[in-house]
């Protein structure tokens, strides 16, 4: 059983900032790359940024320069620091890992909203 769990949600001004947080546990074996992805209402859900093993990190252009995805592999964890954020940030923010062997875990979201 794997759990893959979402922490730091919440609600910020524009221009301010959050850090989300995702940990894997449970019998999950080696960690290949890790991502988040948000839904909007009434929007599809979209890829935000994604992490290698590796630590290399690549971004969708609503987000770069703005966003920064980091992991620490010990701990099987993932951070997301928000800055500058805008009321289109606004979504349901999921945390998505891929194992070695290609198999496919989701959190269950943490919401994020941002308005003045």
């Known amino acids: 059983q794997v759990q893959v769990v979402e922490f730091g949600g919440g609600l910020a001004q524009p221009g301010g900032s959050l850090r989300l947080s995702c940990t894997a546990s449970g019998s999950i074996a080696s960690i290949n790359r890790m991502g988040w992805y948000r839904q909007a209402p009434g929007k599809e859900r979209e890829w935000v940024a994604t992490?290698?093993?590796?630590?290399?990190?690549d971004y969708a252009d609503a987000v770069k320069g703005r966003f920064t995805i980091s992991r620490d592999n010990p701990k099987n964890t993932m951070y997301l620091q928000m800055n500058s954020l805008k009321p289109e940030d606004t979504a349901v923010y999921y945390c998505?890992?891929?194992?070695?062997?290609?198999?496919?875990?989701w959190g269950q979201g943490t919401q994020v909203n941002v308005s003045s």
């Open positions: 998505n890992v891929v194992t070695d062997s290609w198999r496919q875990y």
């Open positions: 992490i290698t093993s590796g630590g290399s990190a």
